[in-house]
């Protein structure tokens, strides 16, 4: 852990505290007779992106020097800060604190919230007792799904594993997927990925990032519509998509995250699995009938053709958010009639944490043509289901001796932890302790509200939380009573 994080870890430990306590906490430099200090520095604090980008740089682990001067001396005009400026991870904890002093909570926690908050709240419960402490505590809660299993999961060290990842190091990578002769690693990918994941074909291409997956949806719009139109010249084909949905970080997925209007539809989700609730439900009938109304006349009426529909069946850029069944069989049914691809966004979801190996599989009667995957199966790209009608559009988009499909040690891990999913039932497992969390949650005060499918679940207020698939009832009861 670097000294930052060691130090996040503490500034942690004290927020889960009262503000009383935070006052008194021996930990902050802060509260050691520099109260009189601090208020001469500058109060009137803006958290702008400088700012957010300087204190996240450095919780990352990153070097003070490498900040630009200016930005220094802002970060340094915060708050009175103990030798060794910000080299010393003691401070750290004072310019964090003095943030938190300064600007409103909703400030605080939409700016570094986000990228703290899955951190924080693992944290939290860590910074004093010793149970949890150590890496497999943060693996476990941590909001990102990098992880479907703990970095301390024993696949990691089965000397099997290591053996065969040191074989595949200084094998080149390469495209036998698509032109034959599969590598080892590319034949374990493969064998695996069909047991758990029958309806869909093997993936063909690799992308490093699910950014890059996603933005496969406008290549595959392109062929679509071209195969639609009879126009192999057509230039540009659109992308609809839900309003709200992440979509990635990058390039055209970063203006769908900040939403073109034009190409986005109302999203008629709701915060629980299955609703029951009258007034909620005649919310969404209302909801659902707008947003078909708007999908076809966005289909038949847009001035560039629409080849693509991006979705995620289950929602996790705001919490978590779910469709009814029924709207979803429509939503696709409605594509299909007008020759347009339905893509679901399963990077977040993928992998079995919503109990199935992908979340639309959830959902009887929608049936999405295009999967695109990432995060957790630690290796993204796109591929097809059996059953969709857009396979030469997939092969047009995915052929081509392209540089490097992928690492082959990245498709190798990607297999072991797919095997280790299926092996140890561990979707089995996550609808289980889905369940578990949520009763057992009850008495958290911050978290008695918590809802989701298997274990894609969020706080009310939208805090992700996203347990490892092998979580045990021993940790989340731990982790109740730490964060009681
Ligand atoms: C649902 C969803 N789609 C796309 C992405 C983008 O993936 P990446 O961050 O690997 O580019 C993410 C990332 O968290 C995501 O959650």
């Known amino acids: 852990m670097n000294p930052f994080s060691r130090s996040l870890l503490k500034f942690s430990a004290v927020l889960s505290l009262s503000v009383a306590a935070i006052a008194y906490s021996p930990s902050l430099y802060a509260a050691k007779g520099q109260a009189k200090a601090k208020s001469a520095c500058n109060s009137n604090l803006e958290l702008d992106q400088d700012l957010i ?15 630009a001067p200016a930005v220094v001396k802002k970060l340094e005009s915060i708050s009175e800060l ?48 010793d149970r949890f402490v ?77 950014t890059d997956a996603n933005l496969y949806a406008y290549e595959i719009a392109k062929a679509v519509a071209r195969e639609r139109l009879k126009n192999p010249k057509l230039k540009d084909a659109e992308v609809l998509y839900f309003d709200g949905i992440y979509g990635g970080g990058r390039g055209r997925m970063n203006s769908i995250h900040y939403g073109e209007p034009e190409f986005k539809i109302e999203s008629p989700h709701t915060k629980k699995w299955n609703p029951q609730d009258p007034v909620e439900n005649a919310r969404l009938d209302q909801a659902e009938r707008d947003a078909l109304q708007q999908i076809e006349s966005k289909i038949t009426r847009s001035r560039v053709p629409i080849g693509a529909f991006l979705l995620e069946s289950v929602r996790t850029a705001h919490g978590v958010g779910f469709y009814r069944p029924d709207f979803l069989a429509k939503v696709s049914e409605l594509c299909h009639r007008h020759g347009v691809a339905v893509i679901a966004d399963e990077i977040m979801t993928g992998g079995g944490r919503t109990g199935k ?8 009667g929608f049936k999405p043509d295009f999967v695109t995957f990432g995060k957790g199966l630690q290796v993204a790209g796109i591929t097809i289901t059996k059953e969709s009608e857009f396979g030469q559009a997939y092969g047009r988009v995915t052929g081509g001796p392209v540089t490097l499909l992928q690492h082959t040690e990245t498709l190798l891990k990607s297999a072991y932890i797919m095997r280790r999913i299926r092996t140890g039932n561990l979707m089995q497992n996550a ?51 730490k964060w009681k």
């Open 53 to 67: 980008q300087a204190v996240t740089f450095l919780i990352g682990g990153g070097k003070p020097s490498f900040l």
């Open 82 to 129: 103990a030798p060794g400026g910000l080299s010393n991870p003691e401070n750290l904890d004072v310019i964090l604190e003095a943030l938190r002093a300064r600007v409103s909570f909703v400030q605080f926690d939409q700016a570094l919230g986000l990228q703290l908050k899955g951190v924080r709240h693992a944290l939290n419960s860590t910074g004093v007792k």
């Open 134 to 210: 150590g890496p497999d505590h943060l693996d476990t809660f941590r909001a990102w799904g990098w992880l479907l299993l703990s970095r301390e999961d024993p696949i990691f060290s089965d000397p099997q594993f290591l053996a065969d990842m040191m074989r595949q190091t200084g094998q080149t990578g390469g495209g036998s997927f698509i032109h034959g002769d599969p590598s080892y690693a590319e034949h374990q990918f493969q064998a695996t990925w069909e047991q758990l994941s029958p309806d869909t074909r093997v993936p063909r291409v690799f992308t490093v990032t699910g």
């Open 357 to 364: 190996f992908f979340a639309y599989e959830n959902y009887l």
């Open 431 to 481: 609808v289980d302790m889905g369940r578990y969390l949520v009763e057992t949650f009850k008495s958290v005060d911050h978290w008695s509200q918590i809802s989701g499918l298997g274990l894609v679940l969020a706080s009310e207020r939208g805090e992700r939380f996203l347990p490892t698939l092998s979580i045990t009832k021993e940790q989340a009861d731990g982790l109740r009573d």
